[in-house]
């Protein structure tokens, strides 16, 4: 992958951010220690505060992240596409904000303002996912109104939707192939299905995919980490390693975890390390943080010497 001055090799790591910050670490840490290249920001949040104007004005995300790497902005919207209605490419997507419980919506032309202030290094076009488990005519519907969403908001990237039926991912990738769209996020994969379940959707899916370009899932655990890399996909969207950071648990380089005071990160002793979430819960995070994407990108190098070899 030749997207920037630095190499990227695939599979490529994109570490999830849950809003607008890197915190506990700074992004020059995350990016000259921890070695991560591409990060992961949800729009819907980053627009309500601090805003489209004020991200507009600092030159976006990666700007506000003081970030060196590559930005993806994600819609980040949460919740699964209900109903269809008539409206619905005109009206665009109806969403609640994580915190406070806002109801909002976010129509297309509105989103085109979202990406120009985001000024992200891959964005992906207005979307959302129907619910893994809907009845079949409502997935159909989403497919195409998802399509349409997509037309109104290109950026290069296509989103790919239809839930677990095949004949709908088919009609989603016929739609973006139409609109000459040869990278290719997979949506939906960001809901809490079985893994089974996450894992057949997901090879039927890539099978059905044109060969030479990029693919692009989220993949919240290391089963599904791992499936990602087996099916192919060359970009996975995890926050893993910071998800098990702020439970004190301490991933390893296999991606297996354990209590933090068991692994014992930094070299410290086991015996710091109870005192240290107990009474300096600040540093111990970041500490913990550190050594957890650390491992997590080693993970993925791991992976690709495999490959090469």
Partial sequence: MTMTSYPLTVPMPVLKL????????????????????????PLAP????????????????GAWLKWEGLTVALPGFGQPL?????????????????????KKTVNGAEYEEWLKAAHASVALPLSQAPDHYAPVDDIVR????????????PTGWGVVQGAGLKAARQESIAYLVEQNITNFYLGG????????????????TTDLLPPNGLVMVEAATPFRIQAAIEAGVHLIISDLPLTLARHHRYLQEDLSDMPVEEGA???????????????????ATRLLTEANVKNWTAYFAKKHREMLN
């Fill in 142 to 153: 989403s497919v195409a109104v998802n399509a349409a969403w997509g037309a109104q908001t």
């Fill in 265 to 283: 990160p930094h070299g410290l002793p086991k015996q710091a390390w109870p005192y240290l979430t107990e009474r300096h819960v600040g540093l």
């Fill in 82 to 102: 209900t109903k269809v209605k008539k409206n619905s490419e005109r009206v665009g997507v109806h969403y609640q904000l994580p915190h406070g419980g806002a």
């Fill in 18 to 41: 849950p809003l607008l910050t890197t915190d506990p670490l700074t992004a020059g840490e995350l990016f000259s220690h921890c070695g991560v290249r591409i990060v992961a920001l």
């Fill in 46 to 61: 980053a627009m309500d505060a601090p805003g489209a104007a004020t991200l507009g004005e600092v030159g976006g995300l």
């Fill in 189 to 204: 994969f960001e809901q809490p299905l079985e893994d089974e379940e996450w894992q057949r959707s997901l090879e039927m």
